[in-house]
């Protein structure tokens, strides 16, 4: 008898470019988005679970040097996105379309900046560990 060992596929190639890291943020960020707004008229932790999640996915799914764009895109793919589909639900009502997105904005608020604090920290500590040590070798 002989055994096979099942191992997980492994990403092939470097990563995904910043294009890529774009359209993969943006899109998982609509769909839930859109499903809660379908079901539950409104934003709440599934989409917030989903902005941190395609954070996480840019820095660990990008290339090397593409973590400045992980880190931005979230939050203008989710405010890009809410804004979308509150025109596509609610028509174009100026006042209406305005309330929704606000409040669309604020109940995000919190997974946004738990998000941004951990994706600059990242970027910073990237930047920090890539520059040349200052120690004076004796």
Known sequence: MSTTSTTKPLIQGPGLKAPGIVVMQFLCIALFTLIELV?????GIITGIAICASLYGG???GRKGTTYVSVVTPPIAFALSLLLLTILFDGFRP???GIDVIAGLASQAPFLIISALYGWFVYFNEKAKARPSRKKSS
């Open 95 to 97: 006042s209406r379309v």
């Open 59 to 61: 820095l660990r799914f």
């Open 39 to 43: 079901f539950r008229s409104g934003v």
